[in-house]
């Protein structure tokens, strides 16, 4: 089919160069994804989803997830999760002109659509980005999608529902009540797997390259080390989309 066919990679915190991160070798990890995913020779275009890196300052880290991406030859987008600094990803992505009071907010024109990505790296959603996503979808028929860090939705986890769900969730979820034509609302931070209805919309959450969150317990806990990517056919009418998971030895 004609379109586009996009990789959704999402919570990779990487940390320095030497250092596990709870164990984990989380380089390694993102490298496994990005090998998965050259084996499909359809994928023409990635999205990395947020929280590359795990703590702040983290612009050595950004260099090596840039030089990682660089090597698959694929074009690729890159948006912030609360773990990152819009600015600095900006300065190292070569991103300086989408930034607007601070964070970053920028759009792919298509043939038969737009993607918007959006910055919630401070737990909300600038609500100027989303009044100009209402005011573009306004002005036309065709299909749009977004990626975000946060799911603008509760999502059955307990422990990200309770502490790290979407400041403004509320009111962003009342400016998308009105919008008819986002076909796909994707996002990631939640470090599990879900699809969720938002009045017209399908929020899909895309799991981690660090682990799975128990979606059970109330607190923090490790359910799963299993990591995976999300893989979105689009071609403006048609939206498909499933997770590939890999398993790990940890």
């Known amino acids: 089919m004609d379109g586009c066919r996009i990789a959704h990679i999402t919570d990779l915190h990487i940390t320095p160069e030497g250092e596990l991160n709870k164990d984990v070798d989380v380089r ?6 990005l090998e998965d995913v050259k ?5 023409d275009r990635l999205v990395i989803g947020g929280d590359l890196g795990h703590k702040l300052p983290g612009r050595e880290v950004l260099e090596w997830v840039k030089a990682q991406l660089d090597a698959t030859g694929l074009p690729y ?10 600015q600095q990803m900006a300065e190292v992505f070569g991103l300086e002109e989408e930034m607007e009071g601070g964070k970053l907010f920028f759009w792919d024109e298509l043939d038969f659509g737009k993607i918007f990505y959006l910055d919630t790296s401070t737990g909300d959603l600038p ?3 989303l009044a100009w996503v209402e005011e573009e979808c306004g002005k036309s028929y065709q299909k749009f999608l977004l990626f975000m860090h946060h799911p603008p939705v509760q999502a059955g986890v307990p422990h990200m529902d309770r502490t790290h769900a979407l400041v403004n969730m509320s009111q962003v ?4 009540r009105n919008i ?3 076909q796909g609302i994707f996002c990631g931070h939640y470090h599990v797997e879900r699809t969720v209805r938002l009045y017209n919309h399908m929020v899909l959450i895309t799991p981690s390259t660090f682990f799975q969150l128990d979606d059970t317990a109330l607190e923090m806990k490790v359910g799963s080390y299993r990591i995976g990517w999300r893989k979105i056919t689009w071609d403006g009418t048609h939206l498909s989309t499933y997770v590939k998971y890999l398993d790990t030895d940890k």
């Open 28 to 33: 390694r990890n993102f490298i496994r994804i």
């Open 173 to 176: 979820q009342r400016i998308l």
């Open 77 to 86: 987008r890159v948006i912030p999760g609360n773990h990152d600094d819009s």
């Open 180 to 182: 008819n034509n986002i």
């Open 127 to 129: 609500m100027h980005q």
């Open 39 to 43: 084996k499909d020779d359809t994928i």
